[in-house]
């Protein structure tokens, strides 16, 4: 269990840990020398009952409250610490809103310093510290107390924390990415980097590869510390020390998480359920600099209002444009401060680590928002399938809630979502891919009807105008998926509905006759459509609507945008790719070698190389191509009619 302290400066905080613990946790020369706690401190105790502890002692002072916050970042427990002569003071109390804002709802008040004052002001002061706890997280909270250095309370104590072990909630949520909040960082004589701080998900072990977030940088763990021991595991809950391989102190400094790969994705805007202290005096406005405190990291912020104002006291869904990219998921907690970082004015939890900008998409921002404010991964997947006719990103839907990969394929198949694209795309719900697909075949009916002549919807063309607000990736994969159903028909870059044959016109036969033995003269070296329009004579655009035609039947292959080869020219030229490689003795070779081997241009060689890497028969390395694809029977296929590209498989 991790226990911070919280409390006014010279309350006895460093003091109580070290009689629970034993350890002076001022390490800083400063702190020795002026007597006060500077930065965040760590000790830690096994208690009588055999139960771990990992104290985390914060200083006092209100110069240092951005240590403290960065102290009690994924506590357990608190120690709220209040001297018997002073009482409740005004880092009494700001720490006490912090606990309450990062949701710390364990803890106990320890009245210190009992030996120095009158039993009446203790009463006193027991009574003040229960009226300042009624109405957080922690009301109720035991109040103790305490003489440290007598050892007074200090058994009382210790059995509280003790039960409060043994009752905390066990490790982590199950199916979690690793992730550790980096508090110190340092250079360990023979070791390299070390940097110390708190599982908040899922486990690590030595060798494990991790990448220091929201920068990216990838490392390896070396070495593994508990309670100044080594070991070879750590799990979410507890402190521990890692030696990193793979980056320097500077690089994974406070502020900085180690997460697993798959969890890594860094995030410069959030909507969050923010709650604003009710001392304060003065409302929050739209567009307000704030200081972000998330994890341990402190970054400038503007917060973008639903409305004008956000009255102390109040709370709203709001969203934080970060001025630095911060790591984030789903339910972690956070406190805001003024510009001039003096004044605690609120804090909340993460609603959408991944928030999209509210400027012309507050309904899908609303319905995202409404899904995940159920917090369980299953209850909100479910409610975002039902409510996105669009599909739901499975990756950042995954990254949201810190899933495993493995997690998130078990909430797939729970789910039944369909993913016409993989894992890697969208996911839709039954009734959300029948609306998408009749969509597509009802563009494509209508094209037909207007257009009898054409020989098929351009792809593109068909895709922005069915799913005008679906991404491409996903539009592109769900027509994929159509194909391979037999839905549609897709003959290069142009898609008709199963069956459907273009209507003959009126001189198609006679320009196909003139163009024939312009292509006969020509053979391999196929030139651009403007130049085989100007030396036959037939204008462009009734030149590509016939080669169009053409390519549906099965004679022309288009391998760019204004380039058609005859499928005979095409077999010729991947029968040279075979040929080359034996001549050559290898698989490997350039464009250079196959330009001056074919006899064709340059453009032209590369248009047709870049069509076979389309088509699994190369594949492009650095500076060479090597061939994946050595059938004997290339030329044939090719030639077949009935041929559609993706029929070549890697051999």
Not at 299 to 321: K, T
């Amino acid at each position: 269990m991790i226990v911070a302290t919280a409390g006014h400066i010279d309350h006895g905080k460093t003091t109580l840990v070290k009689a629970l613990t034993g350890v002076d946790t001022d390490r800083l020369p400063e702190e020795k020398a002026r007597g006060i706690s500077i930065d965040i401190g760590f000790a830690y105790a096994t208690l009588p009952t055999g139960a771990s502890l990992a104290f985390v002692d914060v200083p006092g002072h209100e110069r240092f409250i951005h240590n403290m916050l960065a102290g009690v970042a994924g506590i357990d427990f608190a120690l709220l610490v209040v001297a018997a002569d002073d009482g409740p003071m005004p880092q009494t109390r700001e720490h006490l809103h912090i606990l309450d804002l990062f949701g710390v709802a364990s803890g106990v008040a320890v009245i210190t310093k009992v030996d120095r004052v009158a039993p009446e002001r203790v009463a006193q002061v027991r009574a003040d510290v229960a009226a300042l706890l009624a109405g957080t997280a922690l009301a109720g909270s035991p109040v103790l107390e305490v003489s440290a250095p007598g050892g007074l309370g200090i058994e009382a104590l210790q059995e509280l924390l003790a039960h409060a072990a043994a009752a905390r909630a066990t490790q982590a949520r199950q199916g979690r990415g690793f992730r550790f909040t980096i508090d110190r960082s340092f250079s360990a004589s023979g070791s390299g980097t070390v940097v110390t701080g708190t599982v908040h998900d899922g486990e690590l072990a030595l060798g494990d590869k991790l990448v220091v977030s929201p920068s990216g940088l990838p490392v390896r763990v070396r070495g593994i510390h508990q309670r100044g021991h080594a070991g070879e595991r750590a799990g979410a809950g507890e402190r521990c020390a890692i030696n990193i391989a793979g980056a320097t102190p500077a690089q994974a400094g406070r502020g900085m998480w180690l997460v697993a790969p798959h969890a890594h994705a860094a995030t410069q805007r959030v909507d969050a359920h923010l709650r604003l202290l009710a001392s304060d005096r003065k409302p929050l406005r739209h567009w307000d600099p704030v200081h972000f405190h998330i994890g341990t990291a402190d970054v400038l912020a503007r917060v973008v209002m639903p409305g004008d104002v956000l009255a102390p006291g109040h709370a709203a869904i709001v969203q934080f444009a970060l001025d630095k990219p911060v790591s984030a998921v789903l339910g972690d907690r956070f406190v805001i401060r003024d510009p001039s970082a003096q004044v605690t004015l609120g804090g909340g939890r993460i609603v959408d680590p991944f928030a999209l900008h509210p400027r012309g998409r507050r309904e899908a921002r609303d319905t995202r928002l409404a899904a995940l404010e159920a917090a369980d991964a299953q209850a909100a997947w479910t409610r975002l399938l039902d409510a996105s006719p669009h599909g739901v990103g499975v990756q950042a839907f995954r990254r949201t809630f810190n899933l495993t990969p493995a997690a998130m394929q078990a909430l797939l198949d729970s789910s039944r979502a369909a993913l016409p694209g993989g894992d890697q795309a969208g996911a839709f719900s039954a009734a959300a891919l029948q609306a998408l697909e009749d969509t597509l075949l009802s563009t494509l009916r209508a094209f037909h009807g207007a257009t009898p002549h054409a020989a098929g919807m351009d792809t593109d063309r068909l895709l922005r105008k069915a799913f005008p607000k679906l991404a491409h990736k996903e539009a592109l994969a769900l027509l994929r998926a159509m194909a391979a159903a037999g839905a549609v028909d897709v003959r290069g870059s142009l898609v008709r509905l199963p069956g459907h044959q273009p209507a003959a016109r009126a001189g198609d036969a006679g320009l196909w006759k003139q163009l024939e033995p312009l292509y006969a003269t020509l053979g391999v070296n196929i030139p651009l459509l403007r130049e085989v329009a100007a030396r036959s004579g037939v204008e462009e655009p009734a030149l590509r609507d016939l080669l169009k035609h053409r390519q549906v039947s099965g004679e022309m292959v288009r391998i760019a945008t204004d380039r058609f080869l005859p499928r005979p020219a095409l077999a010729q030229l991947a029968e040279a790719i075979v040929a080359l490689a034996r001549a050559r003795g290898q698989a490997d070779f350039t464009i250079a070698d196959y330009r001056d081997f074919t006899g064709i241009g340059r453009n032209l060689a590369i248009e047709v190389l870049e069509y076979f890497d389309r088509l699994g028969l190369t594949q492009r390395g650095a500076d060479s191509r090597s061939i994946r694809c050595l059938d004997e029977h290339i030329a044939a296929s090719l030639r077949d009619p009935d041929w559609r590209p993706g029929a070549l498989q890697p051999g």
